[in-house]
């Protein structure tokens, strides 16, 4: 299986922050890459698929890049309904595997 | 938009087999693979499998041996079971729409918890 790690695994920020979260696959896996963004008691909502594409509604603040085995996810300028936890996903090969997930909380 | 949602009891005895539905609406269900998602309270997320329309499924090694993915076009459903479950199959169990080339899931139901306890 494809392991996939997140740094940091928390952060504190504050509203108009920039921040990065960075994910990395234990093999390469080109740019079969997706984040998530999950809230509390809700579902996970895709944000970026294929490593830099924005879903369709996702704000442009959110931006993502990489390749191969190192990933970035970007937020510009945080806002308040930004602060959840994050998840990388690689779909390179099944199984379909996540990684541990950044938790993002208010400073 | 497509909406999905689950369904089945939230409480399962253990050795027993887990059994839940996820109802597909405002969208048919052909010409798409679904796929069954899981996440322990608290921990994180893990695919257990995806099925096409047509029948052809996937699973996670991890559970290949206990799960089964099948699909009822006709009712526009998914249905998964878990065999032989133990208190670690505890999860909040998730439905979702797996779109190909390249893969990932866009759509999710609310999730459903269910808990393996006698």
């Known amino acids: 299986d494809i392991q996939m790690t997140q740094s940091p695994s928390s952060l504190s920020a504050s509203v108009r922050d920039r921040v990065t979260i960075t994910c990395r696959a234990s093999?390469?896996?080109?740019?079969?890459l997706n984040w998530y963004q999950q809230k509390p008691g809700k579902a996970p909502k895709l944000l970026i698929y294929?490593?830099?594409n924005l879903q369709s509604g996702v704000p442009s603040r959110f931006s993502a890049s990489g390749s191969g085995t190192d990933f970035t996810l970007t937020i510009s300028s945080l806002q308040p309904e930004d602060f959840a936890t994050y998840y990388c996903?690689?779909?390179?090969?099944?199984?379909?595997?996540f990684g541990p997930g950044t938790k993002m909380d208010i400073k | 938009q497509v909406q999905l949602q689950e369904s089945g009891p939230g409480l399962v005895k253990p050795s027993e087999t887990l059994s839940l539905t996820c109802s597909v609406s405002d969208g048919s269900i052909s010409s798409y693979y679904w796929s069954w998602i899981r996440q322990p309270p608290g921990k994180g997320l893990e695919w257990i499998g995806y099925i096409y329309y047509s029948g052809s499924t996937n699973y996670n090694p991890s559970l290949k041996s206990r799960v089964t993915i099948s699909v009822d076009t006709s009712k526009n459903q998914l249905s998964l079971k878990l065999n032989s479950v133990t208190a670690a199959d505890t999860a909040v169990y998730y439905c979702?729409?797996?779109?190909?080339?390249?893969?990932?899931?866009?759509?999710w139901g609310q999730g459903t918890l269910v808990t393996v306890s006698s």
């Open positions: 093999q390469s896996i080109s740019t079969y």
């Open positions: 979702a729409r797996l779109r190909v080339v390249p893969y990932y899931f866009d759509y």
């Open positions: 294929a490593a830099s």
């Open positions: 996903q690689q779909s390179y090969s099944p199984p379909f595997t």
